[in-house]
């Protein structure tokens, strides 16, 4: 996945040429694919809210070793899903994902560093505004819909508008996941197991996708699956989300 959307990041100090650094990011996570290419799938990211968003999605779309897939980062483009113009912004650039059949890996999370605020009306705005321009590619959902650990109520406010969503067969969930990454074996891990395992469960396992997130120091992939699997899940339950395929 590229991390294009860091040069916009507004929690960083401005960088020169902005639009250029992006497209080189974008162009350097092409080339580590083409070496791999049944192995890895390139993903390309941008700040939706960039003038040059849509334009460098379509850019995308036209490298075959980058149109798999987008990838969005609401918290480190400050993306506000209470603000009618970023949904403007965020309806163009997932119309035109979907419009070149690029899936969508979003992390929905807002700021926390700058202490945006998040919850159920943010997960609805999601629902309400942005799924319906993106129907015929799959959208997941990062970290169970928070930044990481399970520790902020704010975030099972959100998955508790997805639950409700699934239970009633909501047509724009049809084709929406969710992954795991970085919730199991940091924070309150032990004190919010139970409720985390609850919700992969009213998610549906199936819709659960394993990702170990950032990787460096103690953080490698095999500690992720280690700690994930300390949840109490059932045996078949880690199998379906182990073994999943599409």
């Not at 819909?145 to 975030?155: E, S």
Request: proline share 5%; charged share 25%.
């Amino acid at each position: 996945m590229s991390v294009a959307y860091q040069f916009s990041n507004p929690n960083k100090p401005p960088v020169e040429r902005e639009y250029e650094q992006v497209k080189a990011e974008n162009d350097w996570t092409s080339r580590q694919v083409v070496g791999y290419p049944d192995c890895l799938r390139g993903l390309c990211s941008v700040n939706p809210l960039k003038d040059y968003a849509v334009a460098e999605v379509a850019r995308c779309a036209k490298d075959p070793y980058l149109r798999s897939g987008l990838k969005l980062h609401f918290g480190n483009s400050d993306v506000d899903l209470a603000n009618p113009q970023h949904l403007e912004c965020l309806r163009g650039v997932f119309r035109t994902a979907n419009d070149h059949r690029m899936a969508i890996v979003a992390h929905l999370r807002s700021s926390v560093t700058k202490g945006r605020p998040y919850g159920r009306k943010f997960a609805q705005a999601f629902m309400n505004a942005l799924l319906p321009a993106a129907l015929d590619i799959s959208v997941q959902i990062e970290h169970l819909a928070g930044a990481g650990r399970y520790d902020d109520p704010q975030v099972d406010e959100a998955v508790a508008v997805f639950v409700h969503a699934i239970k009633n067969r909501d047509p724009r969930m049809a084709n929406v996941y969710f992954d795991v990454s970085g919730v199991a074996g940091l924070g309150q891990r032990v004190a919010k197991a139970g409720l985390i395992a609850k919700r992969i469960r009213q998610l549906g396992v199936d819709r659960i996708l394993f990702g170990s997130d950032a990787s460096g120091g103690d953080k490698t992939p095999n500690r992720a699956w280690a700690a994930f699997r300390q949840l109490p899940l059932s045996k078949a339950e880690f199998r379906t989300i182990e073994n999943y395929r599409k």
